[in-house]
Nanobody
Framework: QVQLLESGGGLVQAGGSLRLSCAAS????????IDWFRQAPGKEREFLAA????????YYAASVKGRFTISRDNAKNTVYLQMNSLKPEDTAVYYC?????????????????WGKGTLVTVSS
């Protein structure tokens, strides 16, 4: 009932910035919180950040707090992930996901809907 589409990935030099977008369609009136995850080759999917429908509450993984910022524009049904001071170890496929239930949820198994991901490559 909810479709998610990530965009904004690409190649960036270490120290640079990217802004990822997650466009939601379908039953967005359910007001699902949205999470960002990433998965590097050979690694498990890693939680990054979560935001409520209102944008009034956010939750970050310690690994990205201070560098990444999650926000949303409900008029556009879009959630953003601003990524600054990027490092080569940030290279991964980045996914957005929607979760029902108590906020925050930070486990992939708790997500109800997933986008297909967008690749971010940070060169050294």
């Amino acid at each position: 009932q909810v479709q998610l589409l990530e965009s904004g990935g690409g190649l960036v030099q270490a120290g640079g910035s990217l802004r990822l977008s997650c466009a939601a369609s379908g039953r967005t009136d359910s007001n699902y919180p949205i999470d960002w995850f990433r998965q590097a080759p050979g690694k498990e999917r890693e939680f990054l950040a979560a935001i409520t429908w209102s944008g009034g509450s956010t939750y970050y993984a310690a690994s990205v707090k201070g560098r990444f910022t999650i926000s949303r524009d409900n008029a556009k049904n879009t959630v953003y992930l601003q990524m600054n001071s990027l490092k080569p170890e940030d290279t991964a496929v980045y996914y957005c996901a929607a979760a029902r239930g108590r906020f925050p949820q930070a486990q992939p198994r708790d997500m109800d809907y997933w986008g297909k991901g967008t690749l971010v490559t940070v060169s050294s």
